[in-house]
């Protein structure tokens, strides 16, 4: 399959990275990683790039700019994997945040996160996470990850329709 462009927004900024390709055969069309660490967006977008099923992967370095991606774009057919301990607004800042908006109630969101704390276990799924994993601690078990994730909730998952 033909590689295609793939947006990414930083800053302000849109990237583009020629490495991902979308698959009209995918039930839903972006990954979103709201993440503030380089190694892990690096080690993340290796894993990606070694993915069995092409992805369509935007990166949001923290939670304000997750928060404008929600008030901004269409969030139907997309995946969020959210870090919770992020600058300027963290996870569990953005989920309360973005709880109020119509589309939240659609939003497929993971937390993907270092804790292991039952307190934030708890805290995300009472703000709306849908699943909560820990983060990998090499990129052969991120791919591993991502494998699992994508084949649930891009092939197995029917979303519903999409909230006008």
């Known amino acids: 399959m033909k590689g295609t462009s793939v947006a990414t927004v930083t800053k302000n900024k849109a990237l583009r990275l020629p490495y991902l390709c979308l698959s009209k ?83 497929l969101i993971i937390t993907y996160t270092t804790s292991s704390s039952d307190r934030d276990i708890n805290k995300a799924y009472e703000l709306g996470a849908k699943s909560y994993l820990l983060k990998p601690n090499s990129v052969s078990d991120i791919q591993h990850l991502i494998k699992q994730v994508t084949q649930y909730w891009f092939e197995l998952n029917n979303c519903p329709e999409e909230v006008s």
């Open 25 to 107: 055969e995918l039930n839903m069309s972006k990954l979103v990683l709201v993440e503030d660490d380089d190694d892990d967006i690096y080690f993340f977008k290796s894993a990606c790039q070694n993915a069995s099923q092409p992805l369509e992967l935007i990166v949001l370095r923290d939670g304000v700019e997750f928060v404008e991606y929600v008030k901004h774009h269409s969030v139907h057919n997309t995946l969020f994997l959210l870090d919770l301990n992020m600058p300027k607004l963290s996870g569990f800042e953005a989920l309360e945040s973005i709880n109020e908006h119509e589309k939240f109630k659609q939003m």
